[in-house]
């Protein structure tokens, strides 16, 4: 069986092969994504593709800095022809949950701006009932902290404030400047409605289920790459 990492960078690697000349991308993040944008950087120099993309986050900004990947602001953007990106839960439906690296509400517009939205990962990721392994994410406006802690906990979920790694005290901090929390609610036996009620929430301007937004999963597993 091959090693997962080469198995991630191969499905990073089939993903960003399906990108053509003249097209307008959206790069995710997160680790199989960036064996993606590595993958795309190399097709620029040795193919001399030419693209023009969007990022999700200052850490895959920087990696498209650094391999040349020209990119345009997300607020010049009106259309993407392709979207890639990574996931922390898949279901059959491929409906996900995302936002581990605090940057779910980026990537939803990017996805919902994009024709086709292709999610790769490797088969850890891949659920039966969404919820069973990560909580959702959830990025708030903090004045309104208080105000989405009670509706959300109407909802039935126990919100944690996400805080820092050792070495960065205080909260984390999205990209965008807002408040990151994580909403655990066990099992979701019905992610559109719940999706819905989130939705609902004045001051939570960003949640970690994306239903019925994904084209194609491609998976790295310990027997090769499924496709689905």
């Not at 850890?124 to 919820?131: A, M, P, S, W």
């Amino acid at each position: 069986m091959a090693d997962l990492n080469e198995l991630k960078k191969n499905a990073g690697i089939l993903a960003a092969n399906k990108i053509e000349s003249g097209m307008t991308v959206g790069l995710g993040t997160g680790s199989t994504a960036a064996y993606m944008v590595a993958r795309l950087g190399e097709r620029i120099q040795t193919e001399g593709l030419k693209i023009q993309a969007v990022s999700t986050s200052w850490s895959t900004t920087i990696q498209c800095r650094q391999l040349g990947i020209p990119l345009m602001d997300l607020g010049d953007a009106e259309h993407l022809d392709i979207a890639i990106d990574g996931a922390d839960e898949i279901d059959p439906q491929k409906n996900l949950i995302k936002g581990r690296g605090a940057a779910h509400l980026l990537e939803k517009i990017v996805a919902s701006m994009a024709d086709h939205y292709i999610i790769i990962a490797d088969d850890g990721k891949k659920v039966k009932q969404l919820g069973e392994k990560f909580a959702v994410p959830l990025e708030i406006l903090p004045n309104a902290i208080a105000s989405v802690t009670y509706k959300v906990h109407k909802l039935g979920a126990d919100l944690q404030i996400r805080m820092g790694a050792p070495g960065k005290d205080g909260p984390v901090i999205s990209d965008s400047g807002n408040l990151i929390a994580d909403a655990k609610f066990g099992t979701i036996n019905d992610p559109e409605k719940l999706d819905s009620e989130l939705n609902k929430i004045p001051g939570l301007l960003g949640h970690g289920l994306f239903i019925g937004m994904a084209n194609k999963v491609i998976l790295a597993t310990p027997n090769g790459i499924e496709e689905w």
